[in-house]
Nanobody, 124 residues
Framework: QVQLVESGGGLVQAGGSLRLSCAAS????????MGWFRQAPGKEREFVAA????????NYADSVKGRFTISRDNAKNTVYLQMSSLKSEDTAVYYC?????????????????WGQGTQVTVSS
């Protein structure tokens, strides 16, 4: 089992920045693909960004390209999501996920482990 704990969420003004962290423990592996997803009130959960286990290839939703950056520190078993130029539509609960497939995949079904989420609220 892999346990994931997100942190770093909060309230920020539009145009501001936040950095989310996802700390992994348990049967972690640097080969796991890691992803960030988000769910806004009344909407389905959607893909935000992902990073592969080998090679650190990244993948982003069009809505966040150029504004968000995903990275990982395998020595710390931590994945980060640096969010800049935040907009009110970025308001959501952000979830971290880990997948043994190891790819930077946008598909939820390919992630076996999920964190509990951290709230990000962007005020306009």
């Amino acid at each position: 089992q892999v346990q994931l704990v997100e942190s770093g969420g909060g309230l920020v003004q539009a145009g501001g920045s936040l950095r989310l962290s996802c700390a992994a423990s348990g049967r972690t592996s640097s080969r796991h693909g890691m992803g960030w997803f988000r769910q806004a009130p009344g909407k389905e959960r959607e893909f935000v960004a992902a990073i592969s286990g080998i090679g650190g290839l990244t993948n982003y939703a069009d809505s966040v390209k150029g504004r968000f950056t995903i990275s990982r520190d395998n020595a710390k078993n931590t994945v980060y999501l640096q969010m800049s130029s935040l907009k009110s539509e970025d308001t959501a609960v952000y979830y971290c996920a880990a997948g043994a497939i190891g790819l930077a995949t946008p598909h939820e079904a390919e992630y076996e482990y999920w964190g509990q989420g951290t709230q990000v609220t962007v005020s306009s």
